[in-house]
T-cell receptor, first 111, second 117 residues
């Protein structure tokens, strides 16, 4: 079945690293995404990774992909208050050409 | 980066009326557009996938006669909520994949908040 799972909440101290985890079920997925959503706003594409890659780094963001375990993570280095948002992982099901989203992880930053 | 624009961002209508939401790709040609619905504090639920010039593919449980999708050009897709009822109140978001973009890139509009009275 089509299923993308995330934990619902994460709280980190300002300046620390945040790691948001995601698991998925479709082994034939081609792309996996991380989106950020602030209250009342649309989705901002943060980064995405092709399924033949293990890691992708973009400034403070590091994406790790473990295809064997169907596990995706997003690491945000030096987390700032502006990083407070809901983070969605999503998977492109190549067989159906559609994107399925996880439930979203609400990241909160404490001083 | 690529921009996807939705209009209107907010709309309030009376029960029984129809509402049209537009989704435009501003700086690329969108071969495929997706329409999602998001309930408060929940994830995005895919409603349908539309390819330019062909009929939309609806997800199971989504009424095609209620949510009319038109993708007449490579830069515009519309979602019309027909005979809207209060339970149709939601945040509707479109996304687009481009003809001349990296195959993995998928950009989202700002969303349209529909309130049916």
């Amino acid at each position: 079945g089509e299923d993308v799972e995330q934990s619902l909440f994460l709280s980190v101290r300002e300046g620390d690293s945040s790691v948001i985890n995601c698991t998925y079920t479709d082994s034939s997925s081609t792309y996996l995404y991380w989106y950020k959503q602030e209250p009342g706003a649309g989705l901002q594409l943060l980064t995405y990774i092709f399924s033949n890659m293990d890691m992708k780094q973009d400034q403070r963001l590091t994406v790790l992909l473990n295809k064997k375990d169907k596990h995706l993570s997003l690491r945000i280095a030096d987390t700032q208050t502006g990083d407070s948002a809901i983070y969605f992982c999503a998977e492109l099901y190549s067989s159906a050409s559609k994107i399925i989203f996880g439930s979203g992880t609400r990241l909160s930053i404490r001083p | 980066g690529a921009v996807v624009s939705q209009h209107p961002s907010r709309v309030i209508c009376k029960s029984g009326t129809s509402v049209k939401i537009e989704c435009r790709s501003l700086d690329f040609q969108a071969t495929t557009m997706f329409w999602y619905r998001q309930f408060p504090k929940q994830s995005l639920m895919l409603m349908a996938t539309s390819n330019e010039g062909s009929k939309a593919t609806y997800e199971q449980g989504v009424e095609k006669d209620k949510f009319l999708i038109n993708h007449a050009s490579l830069t515009l897709s519309t979602l019309t909520v027909t005979s809207a009822h209060p339970e149709d109140s939601s945040f509707y978001i479109c996304s687009a994949r481009g003809l001349d973009r990296d195959a993995g890139e998928l950009f989202f509009g700002e969303g349209s908040r529909l309130t049916v009275l």
